[in-house]
Each structure stands twice: as structure tokens, then as C-alpha cells.
């Protein structure tokens, strides 16, 4: 959390530096400003939208999390340390179940927090659809920009490709683990898992890189799925009021011509494309 909180002190103090970050009147800069206000005080964009009604169902979901993800983080800590007296698998369990806990109570906790600060974007800027919401949206919860720009159809590729990649990291990353302790062990002297006994430390060597390659890859995927987001959220927003009908199509008809000074008019057929 105070690594978290150092992080966005460090991103978001260049910009209260910035003079004209205050004196900027446009749409970008309100919306920027009312961002950095919502995150230094979480509730602010509610307030300033006149809507302090949300508050309290905002800081008791937050609260709450936060809370439940405390006591978890308690629980985990003593059946740990039970199950490293014990070795018995029902502590094990145990643990591993607070754990999940925990972390999935804190990444709610965060999913409130970021929700507060869209709402307060979106109701600002509900008459103005805004690029720079959009992105901020994307930015904090992935695909959030693709839903205000009313994108649907573009969720599915955003969290099935990114929970593919996700798995792929999962899975590559224990086996990466896998072969790189029977690796060293093999390497050491030492006595190898079951499954290894079977393998040179050549094939050990092997497989423990191809896992660990496909690993990164998956990592660089992740991210670049994440920075696809963003930006497709930002393009999407500055093309949404375009006019992109289906009547793009090339006509002749016939149209009076001028002829110039003396000329008068005469008729004929124009070439007209819409574009």
C-alpha cells in the first residue's frame, strides 16, 4: 500500500507543479484536474458534481474491503505460521484460502476506488463525450474507455485476450519454476524430484529457458494488450462524433453549369462523390 501511494504521489506531483495545469480552461484540463482531485481526495468528484449522496455507499464499499482485506491478511499470517508447525495439509488449505481472500478483498477495495474516480469523469463530462475520460477510464480499469465510447463488442477481445495471456504467464511461470530448482539441484549434486530423475541437465536447461521465454512473452503481451487498450479507448473518443454513415457512394446526375462572365448557363451532367 505505501509503495502504491509513493507511486502516485511521484506520478501526480508533476502535473500540481505545472502552472498552467491550473490555468488550463478546456475540457482536457477540467477533466484532468478533477482527476488528480479525485485521486489525492477520493469523494471530491462526487462532491463537485453536487451528487454527495454516493458518498457514503463509496466509503462503506471501500471501508469495507479494506477492512475485510486487513483481517484476511491476519488470518493468513496465523494459519501460516500453524501450518509451519503442523505440516498438515487442512492448514495448508487454510491458509492458501485466506490468502485468496486477502488479495481478492484488496483488489475490490482498489476497483471501488477507481470506480469513484470514473464516476465522477463521466457525470462531469455527460454532455461532452471526452477523449480525456475515456482514456483515464481505460487507464484505471481496462475496457471501462471502450464501454463509455460504446464499443461493446471490443470487451471480449480485451479481457479474453488478457486472460489468456494471463494464464500463459501462470502456467509457464511454474514451470519455468519447476525445471530451474530440479536444474540447480541437478547441477549441485543434490537429489532431483521423481519426475527429473529421467533428464539430463542438458534437457533440464532447455526446458527451463523455453518456460522461462514464453513467460516474458506472455508479460510483454499483458502489457501491450493493457497500452492497446489505452489507446483505442483515446482514438475511438476523438472519432465518436464523426460522421461515418454508409453513404459514401459516387453519382452522376445532371446540374446547371456556369459558364463564366458572359457565358450564362448552360446544362450537362456533374460527378458528384460523397465522401
Known sequence: MCCAALLLFAVLMPHVADAQFFSDTTERGRTKRLWLASHLLPGYGQISNRQAWKLPIYYAGMGGLVYSGIRQNKLYLSSYDAYAQSGLEADQERYVHHRLMRNMSFVAAGTVYAAGVI????????EVHSPTTATIMSVLIPGA???YNQRYFKLPFIYG?????????????????RFREALVASSNGEEVPLWAR?????NLE???NMYHRNRDLCVLGFVLLYVANILDAN???HL????VDADLSMRIAPAQLDLGPGGGTAWGLALNINL
Open 161 to 177: 485476450g488478457g486472460a489468456a495471456l494471463f494464464y500463459g504467464m501462470s502456467w509457464n511461470g511454474k514451470m519455468y519454476n
Open 198 to 202: 529421467n533428464r539430463s541437465t542438458s
Open 145 to 147: 474507455g471502450q464501454l
Open 235 to 237: 482514438v475511438d473518443a
Open 240 to 243: 465518436y462524433t464523426w460522421n
Open 206 to 208: 532447455h526446458y527451463t
Open 119 to 126: 464516476d465522477a469523469l463521466v457525470v462531469r463530462n455527460r
